[in-house]
Structures are given as C-alpha cells and as structure tokens.
T-cell receptor, first 112, second 112 residues
C-alpha cells in the first residue's frame, strides 16, 4: 500500500465552510508534517508532530487547526478560509526529524 | 526563512544530455536532501547526503556537497523525458529546530 495517503485529492470550498484534510502513513514513522505549497513560493512548513505531540507551529493562522490522534493519522481542520489559502497541501512523515521525508500526493485546495 | 536556493530556476535540455542543478545554503547543516516533484504531485525523496560526506550516487544521480562553500549539486546523467520535474534541495540545520527547509526549486524540462 502507498506509504502516505491523503484525502481528498481535490477540494473546493467557500469561505464560510468547514472541511478537514486527512493524512495517513503506513510506514511506522514517528514524525508527521503539514506543508503548504503555493505558486512561486518555497514549500512552507506549517505544523510538525513528533510522537503525536505538536512540536512546531510556524505562525499559522488559527483558521488552520491540526489534529494528530495517533502516530499514523494527521488531520488539518479548515474553517473560514481566505482565497489566498488556495494551494497544494502536502502531508509528510519521517522516522526522525532529521531523516528523509515521505510525502503524500497532496490535496489541491481552492477557496472561492 | 529560506535556506536552500537552487540555481538555475529553470533548465531545458535534450534527452540524453546531462543535467546539473546547484543549491546554496546559509548555515551549518546536519544533512542536505534532494527531492523531485512531478507537476501538482507530492515530493519524492532522491538522496540524503550528510555533512561529513562529499559525494553520493544513486543510479543516474550524483550529488556532491561542499560544506566550505555551503553548496551542493545534483547531476542527472543520460536524462530521459520522465526526468521532467521540479527538483528541490532541502537542508536540516545543526542549530535550532530540526526541520527541513526547502528552496524554491529548479524546473527541469527534458525535450525528446
């Protein structure tokens, strides 16, 4: 089975909607990450979870709310987003923080 | 803050030629990693080179690291159309949070 899966692959939502992105890793890794990739910008790290504990929040607006119920699953809850939040959201995992990361296919989010 | 910066931003070559991409970074690192991303998809890890290593090979890929110049290069030999993608370098700094910091990437196009 694919190492890191993400659902949905595409999402269109209005600014008043609430939705969630889901990520699952089947690799037995300890760390999981959310990244945002916008056009013409470097990949932006949003959140890091290590052994289910959030260890980093890179000044992400509160309209993005992560949840890590166990070491295999990671969610990103979205509410009252802005059009500028439209981007590709990537989930990744790694065994240790300094190791290579394995990425999911991403969720293409469009906020209308 | 952006750590790795790739050069060139875009590269177009003929199939069969070699492609070289460069990455420069600013601070002392634990390791440097190269990733590939096909359009709109997740990133795929290619090679990790540690700070005490100078060169690494994987199939048609060759990565060098010069810590004195704070730079790395990725060489793809005998390029194929399937190598068309964006290539990113990412670094893990020694000091501070152990997170992967990505550059903006090189867009590589292999013309048949």
């Amino acid at each position: 089975e694919t190492g890191v899966t993400q659902t949905p692959r595409h999402l269109v939502m209005g600014m008043t909607n609430k939705k969630s992105l889901k990520c699952e890793q089947h690799l037995g890794h300890n760390a999981m990450y959310w990244y945002k990739q916008s056009a013409k910008k470097p990949l932006e790290l949003m959140f890091v979870y290590n052994f289910k504990e959030q260890t980093e929040n890179n000044s992400v607006p509160s309209r993005f709310s992560p949840e890590c119920p166990n070491s295999s699953h990671l969610f990103l809850h979205l509410h009252t987003l802005q059009p500028e939040d439209s981007a590709l959201y990537l989930c990744a995992s790694s065994q240790e923080r300094i190791d290579e990361q394995y990425f999911g296919p991403g969720t293409r989010l469009t906020v209308t | 803050s952006q750590q790795g910066e790739e050069d060139p931003q875009a590269l177009s070559i003929q199939e069969g030629e070699n492609a070289t991409m460069n990455c420069s970074y600013k601070t002392s690192i634990n390791n440097l990693q190269w990733y590939r991303q096909n359009s709109g998809r997740g990133l795929v890890h290619l090679i990790l080179i540690r700070s005490n290593e100078r060169e690494k090979h994987s199939g048609r890929l060759r990565v060098t690291l010069d810590t004195s110049k704070k730079s790395s290069s990725l060489l793809i030999t005998a390029s194929r159309a399937a190598d068309t993608a964006s290539y990113f370098c990412a670094t893990v700094e020694i000091q501070g949070a152990q997170k992967l910091v990505f550059g903006q990437g090189t867009r590589l196009t292999i013309n048949p």
